[in-house]
T-cell receptor
Framework: QKEVEQNSGPLSVPEGAIASLNCTYS??????FFWYRQYSGKSPELIMF????GDKEDGRFTAQLNKASQYVSLLIRDSQPSDSATYLC?????????FGKGTTLSVSS | DVKVTQSSRYLVKRTGEKVFLECVQD?????MFWYRQDPGLGLRLIYF???????EKGDIPEGYSVSREKKERFSLILESASTNQTSMYLC?????????????FGPGTRLTVL
């Protein structure tokens, strides 16, 4: 079975710091990777996707992909208390996305 | 903006009842999905559909069935609800399986089976 692994956390960072969230996946053939943010009691919302090796930046967020190591990460620069949420890594497996269990991030002011 | 709606935010049912969860998307997406989300277990795929009347089992289809009679609507059916089906149910849709297509989620239905 295809698996997506994330450290459950919680990951605690002070306001203004860089938060680093990591994800590994088992299917070497996976081609597309997504990061979702989920606030407590809400549904997941897409932050960004990446499908090429290297870095992709969008505002304070940077996704990094290393297909050889089967590793994808999300960096959040200048972390804010409003970034406190659970971050879900997802990998495309055929038609569906397979999700990791999520990492809970807590940003303290 | 893509909109995915679910028929109920909260639902309470009794063991043995037949339960219907409805999902509607308004952006002509080909693919629709049902997940359940439980603490410590994350999001798990129950069923998905890639076209009208077409369906595929996900990772945990036991105890569930689905129906997709129209492109915009995807229903999840619990034939005989059990307490272990108490969960948050999330519907999602995605235009195609292209690498850059985003999967959008509905607001979720919190189902409690007593």
């Amino acid at each position: 079975q295809k698996e997506v692994e994330q450290n459950s956390g919680p990951l605690s960072v002070p306001e203004g710091a860089i938060a680093s969230l990591n994800c590994t996946y088992s299917d070497r053939g996976s081609q597309s990777f997504f990061w979702y943010r989920q606030y407590s009691g809400k549904s997941p919302e897409l932050i960004m996707f990446i499908y090429s090796n290297g870095d992709k930046e969008d505002g304070r967020f940077t996704a990094q992909l290393n297909k050889a190591s089967q590793y994808v990460s999300l960096l959040i620069r200048d972390s804010q208390p409003s970034d406190s949420a659970t971050y879900l890594c997802a990998v495309q497996a055929g038609t569906a996305l397979i999700f990791g269990k999520g990492t809970t991030l807590s940003v303290s002011s | 903006d893509v909109k995915v709606t679910q028929s109920s935010r909260y639902l309470v049912k009794r063991t043995g009842e037949k339960v219907f969860l409805e999902c509607v998307q308004d952006m002509d997406h080909e693919n629709m999905f049902w997940y359940r989300q439980d603490p410590g277990l994350g999001l798990r795929l129950i069923y998905f559909s890639y076209d009208v009347k077409m369906k595929e089992k996900g990772d945990i289809p036991e105890g569930y069935s689905v129906s997709r009679e129209k492109k915009e609507r995807f229903s999840l059916i619990l034939e005989s609800a059990s307490t272990n089906q108490t969960s948050m149910y999330l519907c999602a849709s995605r235009k195609t399986r292209a690498l850059t297509d985003t999967q959008y989620f509905g607001p979720g239905t919190r189902l409690t089976v007593l």
